[in-house]
């Protein structure tokens, strides 16, 4: 259900461009980005920082939302694997719901696949910053839940695929039942002669 803040005229977000040191802003102009975002409606801050995930990166969203009174946060900078709980937990800090965070990578997705590609890494950064205002704006508040479940996994399929899932599964702790419609597992590996590069036996 939306809440009020999703209604055009509410939303107050804040975009926050990485340099990365060069890693992106050796590549891509972050400036311009910057500039770019500014122009976004509903966009109401625009901070870029050298090291948005370091300390003084971080205190600069949270002042930002203070002062700009802002609902909705965007970083620019790298893969969410690595720093989304570092963000998700800053805007916290700052007293916005975690969940009302959305992240963009201009990094792994602009500055590092496209370094001889300068202007259209940096239009591409521009591209992939508007979408992530265009996500944020959609963005609800959520509350984080603890639900019972059973530690057990069933894997359907016995391939090298399924084997590997299931002794990673195992090694985490969790019951595994592997089903196999064959009479053996291994599934195509199981029928090869040789595997490349050691040519040896498959199984
Ligand atoms: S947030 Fe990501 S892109 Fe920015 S400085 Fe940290 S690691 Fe680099």
């Not at 090291?51 to 893969?79: F, M, W």
């Not at 001889?116 to 609800?140: F, H, I, P, S």
């Not at 089903?179 to 195509?188: C, D, F, R």
Request: charged share 25%; proline share 4%.
């Amino acid at each position: 259900m939306a809440t009020e803040l999703t209604k055009p005229g509410n939303l107050r977000i804040g975009v926050f461009v990485c340099e990365c040191g060069l890693n992106i802003a050796g590549t891509v102009d972050c400036a311009a980005v910057s500039e770019y975002a500014r122009t976004l409606d509903d966009v109401t801050a625009v901070v870029q920082n050298k090291y948005t995930c370091a300390d003084p990166g971080q205190n600069e969203i949270k002042k930002a939302i203070a002062e700009h009174n802002l609902n909705r946060v965007v970083v620019a900078s790298c893969t969410p694997k690595i720093h989304e709980p570092t963000f998700r937990q800053c805007v916290a800090d700052a007293g916005l719901n975690p969940y009302l965070f959305e992240m963009v990578n201009i990094r792994e997705h602009c500055s590092w696949v496209h370094q001889n590609e300068k202007e259209k890494a940096t239009e591409k950064a521009k591209d992939l910053v508007r979408a992530g205002v265009a996500r944020a704006r959609m963005l609800e508040a959520q509350t984080e839940a603890e639900v019972p479940i059973t530690k057990a996994a069933l894997i359907v399929g016995g391939g090298v695929a399924g084997i590997q899932a299931a002794l990673d599964l195992a090694d985490g702790g969790h019951q595994v039942y592997l089903v196999e419609k064959e009479p053996t597992i291994g599934g195509i590996m199981a029928a090869l002669d040789k595997t490349y590069p050691t040519m040896d036996c498959s199984i």
